[in-house]
Each structure stands twice: as structure tokens, then as C-alpha cells.
């Protein structure tokens, strides 16, 4: 990796159309960064990503802080914005999902993870960051792994040994001979793939957004030669089109994931069914 | 070119493959932010979420202990105004029987007085009639003897003999008379 340690920008800025050079499509190399410290080839370092993730995780607090470290019985603006957001998960998300009685040991655990996704989310947008930390796989799939473990272990001390087999195989002996295979199905779905399809489900969907913003960007900058101006400007309108549509798919997102922990919970303290 | 695009094509990195230093930023990312929030400003913020309801349940409480209050004061108002008419009624119903009863008392009082007084009319009257005639028998006796007495010009002292004689002949005088009366 002999790139310069000091670049910014995620593209070469020094290429126009009608300049004879290629157009610098967005890819994979756009999700890689060089170590702001450390050594990228040993798993030593300290990155972008990195740093954007505690930095978020800072600001999640500090928010929650100033809101929450001293709240009154009448609220004031901030308690009032950050209730209404812990209210919407609180009741919106773990009541509807698991139930008021059930779900209350569960509110801190989903409340802290949606605020969690949709911050690292929306780093997409924010100037100079740019970038969506849960379109690094890692991050999401370690807030999977602990949804995976919190449900998995549930389930375990819920409905014991044989009760957690029958809960994750949904075995039911009236369907005959099929219930074998269904149970089969239901154990590969809900042990292995569940957990991959969590992760990679915003994964992916951020993933796809950050791309999408760059191609347009890169676009607007890369068309800004001789008549291709002209269609700068729309690529450049795409690029506000996008940004707009990327702040709803962040919020989306982050409910989606928080929505689906809940419904997995649910489901491990849910009867046999 | 980019050596990160080279990087990438040369399949070094698949973005499926999650790099573990991330890995484990992430897990300490998120377990600030958990921390915090379930350790102290979420249990900080229920409370005073849970004070809140009070306020207003306790508000609405009040309020609801005194429409139920005043709703059994007009029970009660209403069950004493129902008794007092009730109690009006019934003493107006007794002072009529009573009022009905003293006047056929009275009647019947008055009645009797004065079926004792025509009663007493009567006998006085008999009383009156009978010393009358007693005493009229008597008289003319007497005035029959005495006139008998000088007509005849002896005495009719013997009283038994006089006494059959004026018998019979007021026992006559009678007879005409009531005769007399059956034929008027």
C-alpha cells in the first residue's frame, strides 16, 4: 500500500472528461482506507471508520447527557427531542413487538442500539466524515452477533435444552413426515442465517447507498469538462436527490434492525408454536 | 492508478469478510453508548417519566375523588329531599284520616247527645205526663167525690169503695176518649 497516507478524498481529483483519462468509477477500493495509524497489514491500526465509530459513539452520549443527565418533570427542548426519540423505540418498537411487561428489561439494549446504527448511518452524510460506518461489514455484524447471543441464550433459559431445539426448529409432529424437513429448514434459517442476513441486510443497504452517492459526485466532478458541464449539473442534482433519499433509508434502516432484534427476542420468549 | 483499486481487484479484500480490529472498535463503540444509557441516563430519564404520570394520574385522581364526593353529596341530597316529600306525605295523609276521624267522632258524639237529650225529653216528658195524670186522677177524684159527695149528700168516706168508683169511672172516661181518638 504505497497511497498517500494523507489523502482525503475518495477519488483522484485530477481527471476530466475529453482528458483522455478513464472515468474513476466508485468500488470497492472506495471502502478501504489507510491507517491513520498503525500498520494496515498487521491488525494493529487505527482508521477512518474507526475513528468515526467512537466518535459517534461520543456524540450519542454526549447528546443523551445534556438531555437526560438532569431531566425535569416539564421538559425543556433537548429532554423533550431525545424523550420523543426514546419514547418512539421504547414503545413504538419493544412494546408493540415483545410486550410491555416482557420487553421492559430489553427497552435499554434496542434503545441503544438504534441510536447506534442510525448515528453510524448517518455519518453518510455528514460533511467531511462522508461515510457510513456500517458499510464496513464488521459493525454490523458485531451488533448481530450480540442480538444473536442475546436471543439464542434466551431462548436457552426460557425453554431448556429440548424446548430451545423445538423453539429454533418450530418441530410440530401433525405435519407427518414433512415436519422433518420443515424442522430442518426452520433451524437453518433461524441458527445460521439469520444472524448473516441481519448483518448484511444494512450491510448492504448502506453499502449500496455510499456507492450511489459517489458515482454521483465523482460524476458531477468528472463530467465538469467542454459540453459534459451540462450534464454535471444533473448528476449534481442527483447527488442532492440522493443525499435526501439516503437521510430516510439511515432512519429506515436503523428501524429495521431494531424492529427485527425485537422480533427475535419475541420469538425466544414466544410458546412453542 | 489508485493502488487501493488494484488492491481490490487483485480480490484481497471481499467486503463480506469483516476485518477484526472493526470488529472490536465496533463492540467498544457500542458498549459506551450502551453503558451510558442503560447504566444512567435511561433509568435517570424513566424515573422522571414515572414522576410525571403521577402528576398527572395524581391530578387526575383528585379530581375523580371529587366528582365521585360530590356525586354522592347529590345522592344523598336527593335521597334526604325523596324522604323529606315522603315524610310531608305521609303526616299530610295521617292529619287527614285524623281530621276524617275526629269529625265522625264528633258526629257520632253529637249523635249520641242528642238521642240522650230527645231521650231524656221523652222520659221527662212521660215522667211529667204520668205525675200529671196522676195527680189530675187525684184532683177529679177528689172533686167527683166531693161533688158525688154533696149531690148525694153523704160521704163517701170509705176509701177502698171510692177508689173502685173512681177507678171505673176514670177507666171509662178512658175508653171514651181513646174511642174517640180511633175514630177521628
Known amino acids: 500500500m504505497s497511497a498517500d497516507p494523507t489523502q482525503v478524498l475518495a477519488f483522484e481529483t485530477d481527471c476530466h472528461i475529453f482528458d483522455g483519462c478513464g472515468f474513476p468509477a466508485p468500488g470497492l477500493h472506495s471502502f478501504l482506507f489507510e491507517p491513520l495509524w498503525g500498520d494496515g497489514d498487521s491488525n494493529l491500526y487505527f482508521n477512518k471508520t474507526m475513528l468515526l465509530a467512537l466518535l459517534g459513539s461520543v456524540i450519542i452520549v454526549g447528546f443523551f447527557w445534556a438531555a437526560f443527565r438532569n431531566p425535569k418533570v416539564v421538559p425543556g427542548k433537548l429532554q423533550m427531542v431525545a424523550e420523543s426519540g426514546y419514547d418512539f423505540i421504547r414503545r413504538g418498537v419493544v412494546y408493540e413487538t415483545i410486550g410491555k411487561r416482557e420487553g421492559e428489561k430489553y427497552v435499554p439494549f434496542v434503545v441503544a442500539l438504534f441510536f447506534f446504527v442510525w448515528m453510524m448511518n448517518l455519518w453518510s452524510i455528514i460533511p467531511l466524515a462522508q461515510f457510513p460506518v456500517t458499510s464496513i461489514i464488521s459493525y454490523p455484524l458485531v451488533l448481530a452477533l450480540l442480538v444473536y447471543f442475546t436471543w439464542v441464550s434466551l431462548t436457552f433459559k426460557r425453554h431448556g435444552f429440548v424446548g430451545f431445539w423445538k423453539n429454533v426448529t418450530g418441530f410440530d409432529k401433525s405435519l407427518g413426515p414433512v415436519a422433518y424437513l420443515a424442522a430442518f429448514i426452520e433451524l437453518f434459517s433461524n441458527l445460521l442465517v439469520r444472524p448473516f442476513t441481519h448483518a448484511v441486510r444494512l450491510f448492504a443497504n448502506m453499502f449500496a447507498g455510499h456507492t450511489l452517492l459517489l458515482l454521483f459526485t465523482i460524476a458531477s466532478w468528472y463530467l465538469l469538462n467542454g459540453i459534459g458541464i451540462a450534464y454535471a449539473g444533473v448528476s449534481f442534482v442527483m447527488v442532492i436527490v440522493m443525499t435526501a433519499f439516503e437521510l430516510f433509508i439511515q432512519a429506515v434502516q436503523a428501524y429495521v434492525f431494531v424492529l427485527l432484534t425485537c422480533t427475535y427476542i419475541q420469538g425466544a420468549l414466544a410458546e412453542h408454536h | ?184
Open chain 2, 1 to 184: 492508478m489508485n493502488p487501493l483499486v488494484q488492491l481490490a481487484q487483485e480480490g484481497a479484500e471481499n467486503p463480506l469478510i469483516p476485518p477484526i480490529p472493526e470488529l472490536v472498535i465496533g463492540l467498544i463503540a457500542f458498549v459506551i453508548v450502551f453503558g451510558f444509557l442503560a447504566k444512567k441516563l435511561l433509568p435517570n430519564i424513566n424515573k422522571v417519566l414515572e414522576e410525571r404520570r403521577e402528576a398527572i394520574e395524581g391530578g387526575i385522581e383528585k379530581a375523580d375523588a371529587a366528582k365521585t364526593e360530590a356525586e354522592s353529596v347529590l345522592e344523598q341530597y336527593k335521597a334526604q329531599l325523596a324522604e323529606a316529600r315522603h315524610e310531608a306525605a305521609r303526616l299530610r295523609q295521617e292529619a287527614t284520616e285524623q281530621g276524617t276521624a275526629i269529625i265522625q267522632e264528633m258526629k257520632a258524639e253529637g249523635q249520641r247527645q242528642r238521642e240522650e237529650i230527645i231521650a231524656a225529653g221523652h222520659a221527662q216528658i212521660e215522667a211529667d205526663r204520668k205525675a200529671a195524670a196522676a195527680a189530675l186522677r187525684q184532683d177529679v177524684g177528689k172533686l167527683a167525690t166531693d161533688l158525688a159527695g154533696k149531690l148525694v149528700g153523704e160521704s163517701l168516706e170509705d176509701h177502698a169503695r171510692q177508689s173502685r168508683t173512681i177507678d171505673r169511672f176514670l177507666d171509662s172516661l178512658e175508653d171514651g176518649a181513646s174511642k174517640a181518638e180511633a175514630t177521628r
